[in-house]
Each structure stands twice: as C-alpha cells, then as structure tokens.
C-alpha cells in the first residue's frame, strides 16, 4: 500500500506503522533489556556481592597493610593497584558475565518471555545482539562500582595525584576481557533452554574449569596456554607491570607489550639467574602463573574468543526453535 | 491492494520420527475470521508456530500477505499480530512500558502510541492496570495483555492460539466482541479454539484437523449443513409447550422439511432440504402456524456434532 493512498474507513491494517531497521531494533531492545537488567533482582544481589569483595579488600588493607605479607602489594601504586583491581577485577568480570549471561537465551525459553518477542517483526539476531549489548552494559556497571571501591582505597593510601596512567591500558583490557567473556557466556546459554543449565555450565567454566585447563596445559603439558581465555586475564593486572626487580627487590616497570607470552614473569625467575647469590630479597610479587602473556597476545586471545563464540551463538541462534 | 491472506503449502513438521503435521495445505483470504478446530496434540500449535516463524517446517512454506514467513520473518511478521502459547513478559515491565516496547520495535509512529495503548487496553479492558507490573498479574490478566500486544500496531492479519485461555467468562465474551470488531474493520483472524459456542458465535469458517491432518476447511455454514447428514437443521424456540401430536404433523407438513423433533416441550429441531430461499419460506409458515415461535436459530450442538463425528472417524 502505498503512503499517498487516501484512507477510506475502515483504515487499512498498520497504515501509520513502518518497522525500524535491525540497527534500529537493537538500540530499542538494548534499552528494554538494559532497564530490565537494572531493575532485576539479580543486579541487585551482584551489585551486593561486589560491594562485599570490596568491603573485604578494604578490611583487609586497612588491618594488614603493615604486615610483612601485604606490604610489598601497598608499597607502590602500581603493586596496589596491580594487585588489588588486577586480581580482582577478572573475578568480578566472570561474576557479573554469569549473572548476566549464563541463561540470558536460556531464561527466554524458560521463562517463556522469548515467545512474546518471537511473535514481533524482529531477526533472531536482533534478539541475541540486543540482549548482549544490554547485558554488557549491565555488567560494565557493575565494574565500574568495582573499580570506584578499589581507587577509593588507592586514593585513601597514595593520594589522588598517584593514578598511573597503566590503568588506562588495564581498564581497556577489563572491557575487552568482559566482551570476550560475556560472548562466551551467552553462547554456552544458547545451547540450553534451561536457566540453571545455562548458569551451572557457565560458573563451573570459568570458576574452575578454564584455570584447570590453564594448569594442564602449562604444567602437565608444559605448553603456552594460549587458547585459555582466563589466562588472558592476567594482562588486566600485568600491564602494571608489578613485578619486582630479582636482585633489589624493588618493584620495576616491565610491561611486555608484545604478542609473544613470558615463561614466568617479566623479569621473574628467569632473569635471577644473573642476581648475586645474597640479593634478591622476594623474586616475585605474584607467585602466579607460570606463563604471564603479553599485553598484545592478551588482546588477541580475547577479542578471537569474541570473534569465534559470537559467531558461533548467533548461528545456533538463528537456528533456534521456540518449540 | 489485494486483501490479508495467510498460505500454507504442503506445510510439515516432524520431531524426530514424529509427524506433528502433515502436508497442510491451506489458503485464508479476505476478512474473515477463520477458526482452527482440533483435539489436543492435533498440531494446531505446531502449525502456528510455523506460520510465525517461531519453529521450522521439515518441509513446505507459509506465507502472511503473500510474504514467504521464512525467508522475510521481519517483513511478513510486520503485518500480523501474534499470540502463541501464552508468553510471559518481563516481570519488571507495566502494561504501559511493554506496549511501548512493542510499539518502538514495531514502528508504531510516537503520536499514534498513546490513543493505540489506551485503545487496546480498553478493550481488553485493563486500563486501570496499566501502571502495574507483570509480576503481579493473574494467568488471565497477563493474557489478556498479550492479547492487546497482538492488536496494538493495528495488524491486518491477526493469529491466536487460544485467545480465551485462562479467561474468564466476561474475558471469553470480550474476545468475541474483539474478534467481531476486527471482522468489521476488514482483517483476517486465524484463532485456534477449543470453544466450539466461541468459533460458531463469530468464526466464518473452520479448519478441522486431527493426527497433523486437514479433515476439512470450509465455510461455517456449509459445514454445518454438508456434514449433518447432509440436511440443514434448525432449532424453534416456542413461548409455549407444543400442543398434541396434531401440531407437530403440521409442522413436518411443511415444504421441505424432512424431519421434526421435539426436543423439550418448547423447543423443536427441524431438519430440511433445499437452500436459502426453501429455508426462508420453511421460517414464514412456521410462524403461520401460530405456535408461539420466539426463536430460530441454528443448533448450538451442531458444530460439536460434527466435530466428534469427524474425530471419531479418525480412530
Ligand atoms: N517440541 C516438540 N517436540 C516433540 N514433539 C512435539 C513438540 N511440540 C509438539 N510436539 C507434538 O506435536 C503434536 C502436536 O502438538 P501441538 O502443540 O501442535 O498440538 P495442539 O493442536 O496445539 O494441541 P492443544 O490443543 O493441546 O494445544 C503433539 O503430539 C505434541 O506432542
Ligand atoms: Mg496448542
């Protein structure tokens, strides 16, 4: 029908309704679903969970921070920050994507709300992308409460004038870390038309799963493990650089910014062996991974598990029956 | 411009080894309002989800407004109004809110929004709840929100699966005078019922199926007429009992009509041959008669007659 055709009565069907486009749709359903993410009760416990881990870290400074096996992490900004917001800050990631993505498709099907915008002139995956971005954003909230405990702190101890420009780098890669994350949250709740699926499978993968498969294959296998997605992580806290220099001790600046990971930390173990036998009072802050990646390898790590589980989700997606 | 339609062509749809529908071959045309009849587990459900894109057919197509569902679900979807298996709504969301989300994500223009919201909610009369939220509602509420999510973009071709499900006997009553309203207005409606009074009080025509298969589709009234042993029938409502024995020879006297029972004292069922016009002459000389006739109308029972006759065979 075209729009100069004079209306008679009854008017035709939908006259005056033209459908947006997809992009269009998307930003329209990332609102709704956003709004709906915020005022569920859900954001709300995780909100609660993530004001805890910050309360305690802040217990814990406040009590300790004289105490030999914290005063390494408060001695400099950059271990402070390193330690604290780059160890956690991954935790409070995969917390937030799980809430928010480990039945985000799945709870569609269960809860029966996926046949209400089954029924509305709008792609599949305009679905997937809308409730995506909507839940990145959700969980980008959640960080950012995060982060604010955290440069609370720092801010208590070191002064406001003592923000190292690293956590530019180390925000950027939290960001990429969660994109990466949240895509493989969503796709495993894809595969499940049922929440606690969805959420059970996601929690176990990456509380404990991907760090098992990290230790397998770095220690067992002895291999890069390269196609960990939680290994990647740790460039969230390693572009601070917070590792300490084997002879003095003193924390030094080595960020490897390139693609190639590390065996041990950047100026760890390995490089001890040139230390005079009395020095080196501590070899490393992080008694953490055996391989450290570097900040470029990092991203690709990231941003190719983005690449695959999104692809991969949003064609199980569209294949998806609301049976 | 052609008139809503709904097609679907050799439409199947198997789970697993299971066939839910068989080679459904249907064409709805013009506005009408067409019911969809059949016991539980016939594959109404599964046909309609395919119709709207919500699962897929092992085999075959369907099409709204000639627009193929599968291929274009954006721009076939854009002209229906869909109600399946009674989905749920967020629970955080007001009528109000999820009415607008449907209305943004449908390209219901801004200045329409309002007086279409309050339209739809007027008539499935739940304006005073509009600023509630989901969580709160009963079965029945929530459906009758749904329905008024169907309508809001004011689509040409509207299909429900069981509008009436979780309503009340005033809801039931709404939906007719909904489905009635549409009819005016020149839409097609393809609705699944149980409701056998709610399909004969305003469907045109009828579409049986059982076991994924199409028994019949045509026009109420034929059916009525073609399957009830072939005579049309109609049930008298008299103000007083019939007298004597006399009184019903008179009536089975009269032309055309090929029997006559009395099934109360004041109601008769007559069966007769010959079309309209042998029916309107058999309606004038029954009130001659003088024997009190208040009502004429066709048997509430006869569709349900026909239906348990038609599913029986099956077995
Ligand atoms: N997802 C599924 N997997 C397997 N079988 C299914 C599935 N969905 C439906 N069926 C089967 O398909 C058949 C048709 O189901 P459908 O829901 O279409 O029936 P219906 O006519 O809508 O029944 P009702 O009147 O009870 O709503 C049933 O036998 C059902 O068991
Ligand atoms: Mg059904």
């Not at chain 2, 499935?124 to 029945?140: A, H, L, N, T």
């Not at chain 2, 045109?204 to 199926?209: M, P, T």
């Given at each position: 029908m075209s729009e100069t055709e004079v209306e008679t009565k009854p008017e035709p069907a939908g006259s005056h309704s033209h459908v947006p486009g997809s992009f269009q749709q998307i930003l329209k359903l990332t609102r709704a679903q956003f709004q709906e993410y915020l005022s569920s009760r859900r954001f709300v416990i995780l909100l609660g969970i993530v004001a805890m881990i910050g309360l305690i870290i802040t217990v814990v400074i406040g009590a300790f921070h004289d105490r030999a096996f914290l005063q390494a992490l408060v001695s400099s900004p950059l271990a402070f920050y390193g330690s604290f917001w780059g160890g956690a800050a991954s935790f409070v990631i995969v917390l937030s994507a799980?809430?928010?993505?480990?039945?985000?498709?799945?709870?569609?099907?269960?809860?029966?709300?996926?046949?209400f915008l089954m029924g509305l002139p709008i792609r599949r995956t305009t679905i997937y992308v809308g409730k995506y971005i909507a839940a990145l954003l959700a969980s980008i909230c959640v960080l950012i409460v995060f982060f604010l405990i955290i440069l609370a702190n720092g801010v208590y101890y070191f002064g406001g004038d003592a923000l190292p420009w690293q956590f530019g780098p180390s925000l950027l890669l939290s960001i990429i870390y969660l994109v990466a994350v949240l895509s493989t949250t969503f796709l495993f709740s894809s595969l499940f038309k049922t929440s606690a699926y969805g959420f059970v499978l996601t929690a176990v993968l990456f509380i404990i799963g991907f760090s098992l498969l990290q230790d397998v294959v770095q220690s067992i296998l002895d291999y890069q493990p390269w196609m960990v997605i939680s290994y990647a992580s740790s460039a969230i806290g390693g572009v601070f650089g917070t590792a300490t220099d084997p002879c003095t001790g003193a924390v030094i600046n080595t960020i490897n910014w390139g693609l190639n990971g590390i065996y041990g930390i950047p100026g760890g173990p390995a490089a001890r062996a040139g230390c005079p036998a009395t020095g080196g009072p501590r070899e490393a802050l992080l008694s953490g991974p055996t391989w450290t990646p570097g900040i470029a390898e990092a991203v690709v790590?990231?941003?190719g598990y983005f690449v695959i589980t999104s692809i991969v989700g949003l064609l199980s997606f569209e294949r998806e029956e609301f049976a | 411009?052609?008139?809503?339609?709904?097609?679907?062509?050799?439409?199947?749809?198997?789970?697993?080894?299971?066939?839910?529908?068989?080679?459904?071959?249907?064409?709805?045309?013009?506005?009408?309002?067409?019911?969809?009849?059949?016991?539980?587990?016939?594959?109404?459900?599964?046909?309609?989800?395919?119709?709207?894109?919500?699962?897929?057919?092992?085999?075959?197509?369907?099409?709204?407004?000639?627009?193929?569902?599968?291929?274009?679900?954006?721009?076939?979807?854009?002209?229906?109004?869909?109600?399946?298996?009674?989905?749920?709504?967020?629970?955080?969301?007001?009528?109000?809110?999820?009415l607008e989300m449907v209305c943004d994500l449908r390209g219901v223009p801004p200045e329409h929004r309002r007086d279409?919201?309050?339209?739809?909610?007027?008539?499935?009369?739940?304006?005073?709840?509009?600023?509630?939220?989901?969580?709160?509602?009963?079965?029945?509420?929530?459906?009758?929100?749904?329905?008024?999510a169907a309508l809001v973009h004011d689509p040409g071709v509207v299909i429900l699966d069981e509008p009436a499900t979780g309503l009340d006997p005033r809801g039931m009553?709404?939906?007719?005078?909904?489905?009635?309203?549409?009819?005016?207005?020149?839409?097609?409606?393809?609705?699944?019922?149980?409701?056998?009074?709610?399909?004969?009080?305003?469907?045109?025509?009828?579409?049986?199926?059982?076991k994924g298969k199409l028994l019949f589709y045509d026009t109420l009234s034929n059916v009525t007429s073609k399957f009830a042993d072939g005579a049309p029938t109609i049930d008298v409502g008299l103000s007083r009992p019939l007298g004597d024995e006399k009184v019903l020879k008179q009536v089975e006297g009269l032309t055309g009509?090929?029997?006559?029972?009395?099934?109360?004292?004041?109601?008769?069922?007559?069966?007769?041959?010959?079309?309209?016009?042998?029916?309107?002459?058999?309606?004038?000389?029954?009130?001659e008669l003088k024997i009190g006739v208040i009502t004429l109308s066709e048997p509430e029972s006869a569709l349900e007659e026909i239906y348990l006759k038609q599913i029986s065979k099956g077995d």
């Open positions: 799980v809430f928010f993505g480990g039945d985000a498709i799945a709870g569609e099907f269960q809860n029966k709300t996926g046949y790590i990231m941003v | 411009m052609t008139g809503p339609s709904i097609e679907c062509v050799q439409l199947t749809k198997n789970f697993g080894t299971f066939t839910a529908l068989s080679r459904l071959d249907l064409k709805l045309e013009g506005a009408k309002c067409v019911g969809f009849l059949g016991p539980n587990g016939a594959g109404k459900t599964t046909a309609l989800k395919m119709l709207t894109d919500m699962i897929f057919p092992s085999s075959g197509e369907c099409f709204i407004n000639g627009i193929n569902v599968r291929e274009e679900r954006k721009k076939a979807l854009a002209e229906a109004g869909v109600l399946i298996e009674s989905p749920e709504i967020y629970p955080s969301l007001t009528p109000r809110q999820a279409r919201i309050e339209e739809v909610l007027s008539e499935v009369k739940m304006q005073d709840w509009v600023d509630k939220r989901f969580g709160k509602f009963s079965k029945g509420m929530k459906q009758r929100i749904n329905i008024a009553a709404e939906v007719r005078d909904i489905v009635r309203g549409l009819k005016r207005r020149n839409r097609l409606i393809f609705m699944s019922s149980h409701i056998l009074q709610e399909v004969t009080d305003v469907c045109d025509e009828v579409a049986l199926i059982d009509v090929t029997s006559c029972v009395l099934l109360e004292p004041k109601r008769l069922r007559l069966k007769f041959k010959g079309g309209p016009t042998a029916q309107e002459q058999l309606l004038a000389s029954l009130v």
